[in-house]
């Protein structure tokens, strides 16, 4: 790579394509070892780019050799959650996330990293490997898309990090996934710097497959922190095998029986705005404390939190 595109990377990033690839018209920001897809060219108002004059095509193998981040927000500046007015869920994301800064980290990011601002330094964080992510796959899901994690980890303890590290904790369609959904907000909070803020996107259970289920109730939310018990989960499996993806009677049991056995992924716990919430209120009051708490309702299938500690 040329001497001056060198120093151009070590400054402020570039602006790639590789066009004819298997990045398509595609084109990344490309600073610090990562590049960031850029969704839109008015999203480069923040970066001091032109589109399309300060485009430089490169071959496939320089943008494979930057590790995957996050897309580049249309965002540039802080904004409220509770003023904000948009009607698309991935913009709600980047007011979300537009308050964060310095390090932090996100959990189970897929091939969908959140739109975090630039200026930040993001790790990726996930309980499967590389290799058994690329294996999960959603269909559609590309390899170049998914980023490589930096920390073996999961949501449910947050095993591998160091308490009071990290200024933001991302999960995005994860808690859901968790056995203790209470667990994993007090893991998150310990983990977090004085200021720091965990960003939760959550399904919206009543626009999602898992509309026929029963919301998951607190007092099941509290028996699962405090005294877990594996055969409960077994009541998981039971319901979203019988209420969200529904298996003939000759083959239900023993396809519970499978994915309780496997530990197979699932949607343990289902929520609206307001019961997610009111999970939230219990933690704050009896639990820990979170100095602000701000919360949107559903756009799409989710909906959105922000706890700063």
């Known amino acids: ?14 602006l790639c394509q590789a066009q004819g690839t298997k990045f398509g018209e595609a084109a990344y920001f490309c600073r610090q070892g990562r590049r960031h897809y850029l969704r839109a060219p008015s999203h480069l108002s923040g970066l001091g780019k032109i589109w399309p004059n300060d485009v430089i ?73 590389y290799a058994e992510l690329l294996d999960h796959r959603y269909p559609g899901q590309s390899q170049h898309e998914m980023p490589v994690p930096d920390v073996t980890t999961s949501l449910d303890t947050l095993e591998g990090i160091a308490d009071d590290s990290m200024n933001f904790i991302i999960a995005c369609h994860v ?47 509290i028996a699962d922190f405090e005294n877990y018990d594996r055969a409960r989960d077994y009541q998981h499996y039971e319901e979203f095998y019988q209420l969200a993806f529904p298996q ?40 820990i404390r979170w100095t602000e708490i701000t919360s949107r309702a559903s756009l799409g299938i989710e909906f959105y939190v922000r706890l700063r500690k």
């Not at 001056?4 to 400054?11: G, P, R």
């Not at 003023?83 to 007011?95: A, G, K, L, P």
């Not at 009111?278 to 639990?287: A, D, K, L, R, Y």
Request: glycine share 6%.
């Open 57 to 129: 095509q490169v071959p496939e193998a320089v943008l494979d050799a930057f590790a995957v981040g996050s897309i580049v927000p249309g965002i540039n500046s802080a904004q409220d959650m509770d003023t904000f007015q948009t009607d698309s869920s991935i913009v709600m994301r980047e007011c979300m996330a537009s308050v964060l800064s310095d390090r932090g980290i996100e959990i189970g990011a897929g091939a969908s990293p959140f739109p975090v601002p630039l200026h930040c330094q993001v790790l990726y964080g996930d309980q499967l490997s």
């Open 248 to 287: 003939q009677e000759n083959v239900y049991r023993s396809v519970v029986d499978k994915a309780f056995r496997s530990n197979g992924d699932i949607h343990y716990h289902v929520w609206n705005r307001d019961s997610f919430m009111t999970m939230v209120s219990h933690i704050n009051e009896h639990i």
């Open 1 to 14: 790579m040329p001497n001056e595109l060198d120093s151009k990377l070590k400054i402020d990033g570039i």
């Open 175 to 221: 808690i859901e996934h968790t056995k203790s959904p209470i667990g994993a907000i007090v893991a998150a909070w310990k983990k977090l710097r004085k200021g720091g803020y965990l960003l939760l996107v959550v399904p919206d259970k009543e626009r999602t497959f898992d509309k026929e289920r029963p919301l998951t109730t607190l007092p099941h939310l």
